[in-house]
């Protein structure tokens, strides 16, 4: 169960570092980080410190700025590699892989010059991206036409911003951060929202409420809130009123990577399911000897297959658009990996019977993380819709 058409030198390098990396390292303290009950203390400073030094971190950045400049797919790869040890750690590393990688597209060469070397020297340089508010969530992904909340007013050099993003992956953790704030409020997010970078500590942005969550709990999301807001005009990224087209050249990866994420907790999943079937003993045999057990077992296989073989379509495209590539390979692939995780995870409990249920054994953690993807990256319905727009214009 590798990549789509085998691997490079390079790229079994690399996934042996992230494998050591997250089954040493992260893996002895992913139970401990994710049993804590305020959610500030279920993350780790220590495990981003440790992916710095070995120059995870920075994959994505290229070698002019310090990184690896790893392509789509291989960073896909990566990023399962994480989630089959634990979701919040690749979810952390994932925005920072593919921010990072927007960053190098999107911004001027005097706000690279500023923002990069910093990112790449901080080893706890970590991105987020800004989008959605409590009042509007999927209709940023359906293209309804109405404004953010979170808006701009022009001043002498800059904008004067207020308003507020929730449920921000990396929110309260960045360094740096790639917010859509409406800076034209008679238009509409799609054509009166601009993107700016703001760095963290900036007069007039504050953190707001860290959020509980059921699962992902190794990554932290917050509120980030904007009051009176100073943004200077050299921190516009890309033309004003165009922050679509900033993102527009990031939605490709971000599924992929997202389906990547929540692919790994399946394997984790469908991995526990296999060693239980072969520990466990009823009817006088080992239960993966009953048919129906393992008629399920090679269904998981199947779901995970093909959802890499997705997801990784998806990734190598992103980078080689002239090939083929599609809208619907920015919103699908994730959709199909988080539905099998959900799937498998649900079949990992009944595999296991009563045992499943108690924590000690390890799948209820792995069940909460399966969860995360319906929502996270829009919600798997909004992207179907928004899949069937770019196939049939309506
Ligand atoms: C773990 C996690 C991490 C996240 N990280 C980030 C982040 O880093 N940055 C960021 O900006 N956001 C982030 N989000 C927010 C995420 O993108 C939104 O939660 C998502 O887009 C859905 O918005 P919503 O929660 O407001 O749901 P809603 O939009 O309120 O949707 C509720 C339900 O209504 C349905 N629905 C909505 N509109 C339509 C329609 N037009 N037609 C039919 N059905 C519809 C949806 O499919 C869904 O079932 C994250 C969310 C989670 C859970």
């Given at each position: 169960?590798?990549?789509?058409?085998?691997?490079?030198?390079?790229?079994?390098?690399?996934?042996?570092?992230?494998?050591?990396f997250?089954?040493?390292?992260?893996?002895?303290?992913v139970?401990?980080?994710?049993?804590?009950?305020?959610?500030?203390?279920?993350f780790?400073w220590?495990i981003?410190?440790?992916?710095?030094?070995?120059?995870?971190?920075?994959?994505?950045?290229?070698?002019?700025?310090?990184?690896?400049?790893?392509?789509?797919?291989?960073?896909?790869?990566?990023?399962?590699?994480?989630g089959?040890?634990?979701?919040?750690?690749?979810?952390?590393?994932?925005?920072?892989?593919?921010?990072?990688?927007?960053m190098?597209?999107?911004?001027?060469?005097?706000?690279?010059?500023?923002?990069?070397?910093v990112?790449?020297?901080?080893?706890?340089?970590?991105?987020?991206?800004?989008?959605?508010?409590?009042?509007?969530?999927?209709?940023?992904?359906?293209?309804?036409?109405?404004?953010?909340?979170?808006?701009?007013?022009?001043?002498?050099?800059?904008?004067?911003?207020?308003?507020?993003?929730?449920?921000i992956?990396?929110?309260?953790?960045a360094?740096?951060?790639?917010?859509?704030?409406?800076?034209?409020?008679?238009?509409?997010?799609?054509?009166?929202?601009?993107?700016?970078l703001?760095?963290?500590?900036?007069?007039?942005?504050?953190?707001?409420?860290?959020?509980?969550?059921?699962g992902?709990?190794?990554a932290?999301?917050?509120?980030l809130?904007?009051?009176?807001?100073?943004?200077?005009?050299?921190?516009?990224?890309?033309?004003l009123?165009?922050s679509?087209?900033?993102?527009?050249?990031?939605s490709?990866?971000?599924?992929?990577?997202?389906?990547a994420?929540?692919?790994?907790?399946?394997?984790?999943?469908?991995?526990?399911?296999?060693?239980?079937?072969?520990?466990?003993?009823?009817?006088?045999?080992?239960?993966?000897?009953?048919?129906?057990?393992?008629?399920?077992?090679?269904?998981?296989?199947?779901?995970?297959?093909?959802?890499?073989?997705?997801?990784?379509?998806?990734?190598?495209?992103?980078?080689?658009r002239?090939?083929?590539?599609?809208?619907?390979?920015?919103?699908?692939?994730?959709?199909?990996?988080?539905?099998?995780?959900?799937?498998?995870?649900?079949?990992?409990?009944?595999i296991?019977?009563?045992?499943?249920?108690?924590?000690?054994?390890?799948?209820?953690?792995?069940?909460?993380d399966?969860?995360?993807?319906?929502?996270s990256?829009?919600?798997?319905?909004?992207?179907?819709?928004?899949?069937?727009?770019?196939?049939?214009?309506?």
């Amino acid at each position: 169960m590798e990549a789509l058409y085998g691997m490079t030198d390079d790229q079994r390098a690399i996934l042996e570092t992230v494998r050591k990396f997250a089954q040493e390292f992260v893996a002895p303290r992913v139970a401990a980080l994710d049993a804590n009950k305020d959610p500030l203390d279920c993350f780790s400073w220590e495990i981003i410190e440790k992916s710095h030094e070995l120059g995870i971190r920075t994959m994505t950045l290229e070698e002019q700025w310090g990184g690896l400049g790893l392509d789509s797919l291989t960073t896909a790869m990566v990023v399962e590699e994480l989630g089959k040890v634990d979701l919040g750690t690749s979810v952390v590393l994932a925005q920072t892989f593919k921010i990072a990688q927007i960053m190098q597209l999107a911004l001027n060469e005097e706000q690279k010059q500023r923002v990069l070397p910093v990112f790449a020297n901080d080893p706890r340089g970590v991105l987020a991206i800004g989008m959605t508010e409590p009042g509007n969530g999927s209709d940023k992904h359906m293209s309804f036409p109405v404004p953010f909340a979170t808006s701009a007013e022009r001043v002498e050099g800059g904008w004067r911003v207020n308003g507020m993003k929730h449920f921000i992956s990396n929110g309260n953790r960045a360094s740096w951060y790639m917010v859509m704030v409406q800076t034209d409020r008679k238009k509409t997010m799609q054509d009166g929202a601009t993107c700016f970078l703001i760095e963290r500590g900036h007069p007039g942005f504050t953190i707001g409420r860290v959020h509980d969550k059921m699962g992902e709990r190794l990554a932290n999301n917050a509120e980030l809130v904007f009051q009176d807001c100073f943004i200077p005009d050299a921190n516009v990224v890309g033309k004003l009123g165009e922050s679509n087209a900033v993102f527009a050249n990031f939605s490709p990866m971000s599924n992929a990577y997202a389906g990547a994420s929540v692919l790994g907790v399946a394997t984790a999943l469908y991995n526990k399911s296999v060693e239980w079937a072969q520990l466990r003993v009823q009817g006088g045999k080992p239960i993966i000897e009953h048919d129906g057990i393992r008629a399920q077992l090679g269904e998981m296989r199947m779901l995970i297959d093909a959802s890499r073989a997705y997801v990784h379509r998806a990734a190598y495209l992103a980078d080689h658009r002239e090939l083929g590539w599609d809208a619907t390979l920015g919103m699908l692939p994730k959709a199909m990996a988080a539905q099998a995780a959900w799937k498998i995870a649900t079949w990992t409990l009944e595999i296991h019977g009563g045992y499943g249920y108690m924590k000690e054994f390890g799948v209820e953690k792995l069940v909460r993380d399966a969860a995360a993807f319906l929502h996270s990256d829009g919600v798997n319905r909004t992207l179907f819709l928004k899949a069937a727009k770019s196939m049939f214009r309506i």
